[in-house]
């Protein structure tokens, strides 16, 4: 497909350059049939006078010409470089765009981490002791805990004890159990554990939106850097075409004060003219030069290095002058609540710090603790369990712990609340906030196009009156003066079109920044 497009391109390419040439052999048969000597009259004067005058009638179509065949030669060793197919780069390979991924994978790792609390643990604690030939004791241990994701954890292990002078609180040889450990009050409902793994998948879905934000701030920056360029560009070609106008007419100018047909102030009229066009080609490719720079910090390569935009770039300028239909406001709007990342990132915010209200809520319940064991003498001899061996093979165990004043726990709790009407508020403010931005992006958009068609209007009228103003010329009844008047008008309003093009541009994307559609990512 792409040899196609580019065959099709060189196709044409020469079609125009064929086209160009044609043109410019009628111009020169033009001149020469029109510069001919009437019969009858051979004198050089009468030569030269009539050469003068066809010559600056020739001007126009001349220029038109050159103008037409300097744009496809020039397009020839260009590679266009499309907004899509920077957009597209820039969510390759930008730092921005993988940094995004490394906070969807820090909050994979997080989560992991959180879960790692209900990891099954094995444990083991052995000790002995023997002085002067006395073996005093040896103890063992070893131990399984599982906790369950519930208030209940469950775990099994045996003790080996052994010597002559064990404590008396352990059976002697071997006693295997089973147990559970319940807290009855405070823990019940939550514990650190289940909130910090609650908290670790809200924080999963708020990593998402804080990459999609930063994603989205990227694109629009992107964006906007493209069309700055395409601006600055166009402006700068817009200037290099009036230059050779220029310089072109400065020299049929001075041919024709040569011939004396002119006077030497319109030489100087035109020389003038050319310089002051060149001086404003000069700050149009500084500017330009700068747009590139704004433009190549966006330009990274799959091993992420970054590189400056190659000379041979040129921008989409067709795009730039396209007018695009404007977004539903009235939805964009409704949507801000329910889609936008800054919104769902508060809300995901919210989440956590409710779960945290809940565990500060817990603490205000006194600890109890329950841990029962089911005994056994060897190892796990379990196989006739009734009620009659429980109440005569186990082991229980209450831990209790109540706080008198409360304080640490009241003032951790007021704390949350605090927290929680903050981030309320700020919710409220920023989709208030996020609503605005659409509607003032959008009276923005809506006003750049009134001015974009009156400048455009406007350029179609002082094009007309250079035009009108050139053909008076051509018959002696106006002045270089006027004719460079025109122009600068025109170069003027040129200016203020391409200004107007990319302020739209960037207007129509802030909308769906402002609506974070997945548009604008």
């Keep these: 497909m792409a040899g196609a497009v580019a065959h099709r391109r060189r196709g044409r390419r020469h079609y125009a350059l064929e086209r160009c040439t044609g043109l410019l052999r009628i111009v020169e048969e033009h001149k020469r049939v029109s510069t001919g000597i009437l019969p009858g009259r051979n004198n050089s004067t009468q030569r030269e006078e009539t050469m003068t005058r066809m010559l600056f009638k020739n001007i126009s179509v001349t220029l038109l010409v050159l103008w037409t065949c300097r744009g496809v030669a020039s397009a020839q060793d260009k590679q266009l470089l499309t907004e899509e197919t920077f957009v597209q780069q820039v969510k390759q390979y930008h730092p921005v765009v993988k940094q995004g991924d490394l906070l969807t994978q820090k ?19 052995t000790s002995a002791k023997t002085l002067d030939g006395v073996d005093y004791y040896q103890y063992t241990n070893p131990e399984l805990k599982i906790p369950t994701g519930t208030p209940i954890n469950l775990k099994a292990g045996y003790e080996k004890s052994n010597g002559q002078y064990i404590n ?29 793994l609650r908290q670790a998948g809200i924080y999963r879905q708020l990593n998402t939106q804080e990459r ?48 004396g047909d002119r006077a030497m102030a319109d030489t100087m009229e035109a020389r003038a003219q050319l310089q002051n066009i060149k001086l404003m080609q000069a700050g149009a490719l500084a500017e330009l030069n700068k747009k590139i720079v704004d433009l190549s910090a966006f330009l990274w390569t799959a091993d992420e290095t970054p590189y400056l935009l190659p000379e041979s770039f040129v921008p989409d300028t067709l795009a730039l002058a396209t007018i695009q239909p404007l977004p539903d406001t009235a939805v964009l709007v409704a949507g801000v609540g329910n889609a936008h990342p800054a919104v769902q990132a508060a809300r995901y915010k919210l989440g956590i710090l409710e779960a945290e209200r809940k565990l500060k809520r817990q603490n205000f319940l006194p600890v109890v603790n329950l841990q029962a064991n089911l005994l056994s003498k060897d190892y796990y001899q379990y196989k006739n369990v009734s009620w009659p061996y429980l109440e005569n093979n186990y082991k229980l165990g209450f831990n209790v712990k109540l706080p008198l004043l409360w304080r640490q726990e009241r003032g951790e709790y007021k704390n949350v609340l605090i927290k929680i009407r903050d981030n309320n508020l700020e919710l409220q403010k920023k989709q208030w906030d996020l609503q605005n931005k659409i509607r003032k992006y959008y009276t923005e958009t809506v006003q750049l196009q009134h001015q974009l068609q009156a400048a455009r209007e406007m350029n179609s009228a002082y094009t007309f009156l250079l035009k009108n103003e050139e053909l008076k010329f051509t018959q002696g009844e ?25 302020k739209y541009r960037k207007a129509t994307y802030a909308i769906q920044w402002a609506a974070g559609s997945p548009a604008a990512q």
């Design 168 to 196: 008396p609180e352990r059976t002697k040889g071997v006693a295997s159990y089973i147990g559970i450990e319940i807290p009855l009050l405070n823990g019940l409902l939550t514990d650190k554990k289940r909130t910090a």
């Design 478 to 502: 106006s002045s270089l003066f006027l004719i460079n008047a025109r122009e600068n008008k025109i170069l003027e309003i040129q200016q203020k079109v391409i200004e107007l093009q990319v």
């Design 107 to 125: 909050a994979e790792a997080d989560l992991l981490t959180a879960r790692g609390a209900f990891d099954p643990v094995l444990d083991a604690a």
């Design 212 to 259: 999609l934000l930063m994603i989205n701030d990227l694109l629009f920056d992107a964006r906007s850097a493209y069309w700055e360029w395409a601006g600055a560009w166009y402006l700068y070609r817009v200037y290099t075409n009036y230059i050779e106008i220029a310089d072109k007419r400065t020299m049929l100018i001075s041919l024709s004060f040569k011939h």
